[in-house]
């Protein structure tokens, strides 16, 4: 799943650059959720990445 999001990254046209040593880094983490129906079937994937210490910043959010 981790490789989906990676490439949807890519496609949106975000680079990787290595970091100058000046710069502060914020870490970040993959959160993914299951959306159910009422019947207890599963809807749909969810995943967000999200920084690290502000939990209710949504940087990307993708459904899958």
């Known amino acids: 799943m981790m490789n989906k999001e990676f490439d949807a990254l890519l496609r949106n046209g ?3 650059i290595p970091s100058p ?3 502060n880094i914020i870490g ?3 959160v993914y959720r299951i959306k159910r129906k009422a ?3 599963i809807e749909s ?3 967000r990445l999200v920084p690290k210490g502000h939990m209710g ?3 990307i959010n993708m459904d899958l």
């Open 14 to 16: 975000t680079t990787l």
């Open 21 to 23: 040593p000046t710069v």
């Open 39 to 41: 019947d207890g079937s």
């Open 57 to 59: 910043v949504v940087v």
């Open 45 to 47: 994937f969810k995943v």
């Open 28 to 30: 970040s983490k993959w």
